[in-house]
């Protein structure tokens, strides 16, 4: 499938978009946030909202309507709540795009337009949502009102694949065993990180973290941190900060000139040191959101060996009724 | 001032108002998010969108210019990143309301509309951002679109102080004292909200408890924790849920019966045992955050009272350079 495709059958049916609403749960909506970020900042023409499923449904957008393009993604295709989204932004009359990993299941249907992704160790990121959504937004861009970042961003979608692989090394020669120290020191931690990435530092927590180790932490956004959360630093308290190479990145800056000086607890993951710098600038704050996911995957699996806690284990998700 | 007075200037100078952004930090953004929340659900013609002051300023909407409103709130009316981003908004020829208790202020300029509002006990939530914000939606939704909710929103807001009042007494003789023994028996813990009340979800997190008790807590959505955060719960972790009244309640409950069976370590405030259910169905998302607001207000000061540790100290905020 190629997303210049979608949006001319889109644009087609639907003459203009002039919203487009990303919604999922958890890990997948984690993954449409940056195309969130991206067509807010990028677009004149389309606005964008970013919503859990479930409160999709219950809190509908009064705007949902035949100009609406509603991208839903659910990996096993059969969340409930995100499927019966897609249901209803159909039903309004909005164009659908699903994307799944499983051809067959409930997200895959003839009322949407379903992109089957694969998924796995070797994919590319051109190929999974964090590669497809943002060229979405950019085909999107391109035909309603031009877009002149276009090639820049289908450059930088084949560079991270490269700076991906090279990047894992690092990170696991530089912070696994660090990381892995670090949790055995704090039963509870800070992540901090902004812009798109802010994305992957709540995935870290919620998905890493919180649901594949069981372990406690929380996620603050680096901006905000000044606001309140900062109160609580101190020596013995542990904070993680991602720190991104786009314009947002000066709010991970100041947050590290407080951290280095508040806590002797700190470990930083600079996104300039791990490739992100080869990609074109105006590009860079939509793609590097895959590098903190691939990173979040290595650092997960280092504290799920110290700790004998494969990240596969779930003890309620699936298993229980809920 | 009153908020069908600026609406009117507003439309008069501006034509039509197409987006509306809400921008301030910390606890400012919190009492803007109701607001936000609101116009999405109600708006068929006005979108919107809630940032963060300084990512607003980095990371700014393309369709910021003319035909925007952006709501900047600041309480103390100096907050740099905010007023920066009011100069920009301005710069970009969009209307500009301004939110400050400081008269005088950076915020308090003759290029924005500038609304000084009273703080402190005793003060109506009709004058304050909690009321006056989703005054300024009915408004611009009545002169646009039309509202017909209109009366039940200002007759809602009118009862708040009633509700606000008992509830305070209510709160105190029932939770005041197992919050404080929660606290006590555990470093950290999760708050749980979703609808408009995850904004106090998130503020009780980052200011009552992490700034004003410098307390390690998180901050999570009632419907994404099933998505995730849910694998952390057992017995031993205390997780405070935080129940509205409107359409979200249902992921609220949800959370409940799980939690029910997977902690001993429970704390529940639903807003319908506290007042609520007198509000008219269709408004009261909207303004139960002032309710939650009002309760952590008093949880804090318990917590406060427990630890011998005022929620008026800070060691950081407005102390260091950062």
């Known amino acids: 499938m190629k997303a210049s495709e979608v949006i001319k059958k889109i644009l087609a049916e639907h003459g203009e978009i002039t919203e487009v609403y990303w919604v999922a749960c958890g890990g997948s909506l984690i993954d449409l946030y ?31 309507g035949k100009h609406s393009l509603v991208v839903m993604c659910s990996h096993s295709g059969n969340t409930k709540e995100a499927v019966d989204s897609a249901i209803l932004a159909h ?23 379903t992109w089957v992704y694969p998924w796995g160790d070797g994919v590319p990121t051109a190929e999974v949502p964090l590669g497809i959504c943002p060229m979405l937004v950019a085909e999107l861009l391109r035909a309603q009102e031009g877009f002149d970042k276009y090639d820049a961003l289908v450059k930088g979608i084949a560079q991270m694949d490269d700076i991906i692989a090279k990047a894992k090394v690092k990170v696991n020669a530089e912070l696994g065993e660090k990381f892995a120290d670090l949790c ?21 927590a919620i ?47 100041r947050a590290l000139a407080f951290l280095k000086t508040h806590t002797d607890q700190l470990m930083v993951l600079d996104a300039l040191e791990y490739g992100m710098g080869e990609v074109d600038e105006g590009v860079r704050a939509y793609l590097e959101p895959a590098l903190f996911y691939a990173m979040n995957v290595e650092l997960r699996a280092a504290r799920g ?7 596969e284990i779930r003890r309620y998700m699936g298993i229980e009724q809920y």
């Open 91 to 113: 039903e309004r009359g909005a164009a659908v795009v699903t994307l799944t990993d499983n051809a067959g299941s409930k997200a895959d249907d003839p009322r949407f337009i």
């Open 207 to 253: 998905c890493s973290l919180m649901e594949m180790q069981w372990q406690n932490c929380c996620y603050i956004h680096s901006g905000e941190y000044f606001h309140g959360p900062f109160e609580c630093t101190e020596p013995g308290v542990f904070y993680f900060l991602q720190m991104g190479s786009s314009s947002a990145r000066v709010m991970d800056e």
């Open 34 to 64: 940056p195309s969130h970020f991206m067509l807010t900042v990028e677009s004149a023409k389309t606005s964008s909202g970013w919503h859990t499923a479930k409160e999709f449904l219950v809190a509908t957008p009064k705007k949902l």
């Open 305 to 311: 060996k110290r700790f004998d806690h494969s990240p």
């Open 184 to 204: 055995e020191k704090n039963k509870f931690f800070y992540i901090l990180g902004s812009g798109a990435n802010f994305s992957q530092t709540y995935g870290f």
